[in-house]
């Protein structure tokens, strides 16, 4: 059953995206920003950027979120930044020693990061102002901190789309093709 991580910035799509697969396969959504703490959500609508230490409380709990499902052999779809190829790692196996293998069986797991440009962000995120804690000032620091993943030899189970000029049914298409290969 797949578990698959929408991943990428804020404002590039995720919650749609996740929401549209739940929808169409009948599978659990799990967003992550449910997750934050309150000092978390505090420090980001502040403008203040999360530390690798604020972050890995969060990272940990969504990654007992995805053993769960993975016990139980049931799908679900998570929506998670997932910036940094140690953030992905914790997802992962619940650390960021990168000697520790995957307790998550892999074969069954897809981590979809989406990009878009800076322009198209920012505007999706001046637009969410009201709706969504993530502070505009913000864009700058999580493009500065995202780290793609490599190859599939780096990372076998991470895959990366470019939405610019995607629509929503489009990015769901490359989605379905990739969890389906």
């Not at 739940?22 to 959500?41: G, K, T």
Request: glycine share 4%; hydrophobic share 35%.
């Amino acid at each position: 059953m797949p578990i698959v991580i929408i991943g990428g910035v804020t404002a590039t799509g995720k919650t749609c995206t996740a929401k549209k697969l739940a929808n169409l396969y009948h599978w659990d959504y799990i967003e992550a920003d449910e997750y934050h703490s309150q000092a978390n959500i505090d420090k980001m609508q502040a403008g203040v950027a999360l530390t690798d230490e604020d972050r890995l409380p969060w990272l940990r709990k969504l990654h007992e979120q995805l053993e769960k499902y993975s016990s139980l052999d049931q799908s679900c779809i998570i929506t998670c930044s997932a910036l940094k190829k140690t953030y992905r790692q914790i997802l992962l196996s619940g650390t960021a020693d990168p000697d520790r293998n995957a307790k998550l069986p892999t074969e069954d797991f897809y981590l979809i990061m989406l990009t878009l440009s800076r322009d198209v962000l920012h505007s999706r995120l001046l637009a969410r102002q009201s709706e969504h804690f993530m502070n505009p000032n913000l864009l700058d620091s999580q493009l500065e901190t995202l780290e793609l993943p490599k190859n599939q030899e780096d990372e076998p189970h991470a895959y990366v789309i470019n939405c610019d000029g995607l629509s929503l049914d489009d990015v769901i298409e490359q989605i379905q093709k990739i969890v389906h290969q």
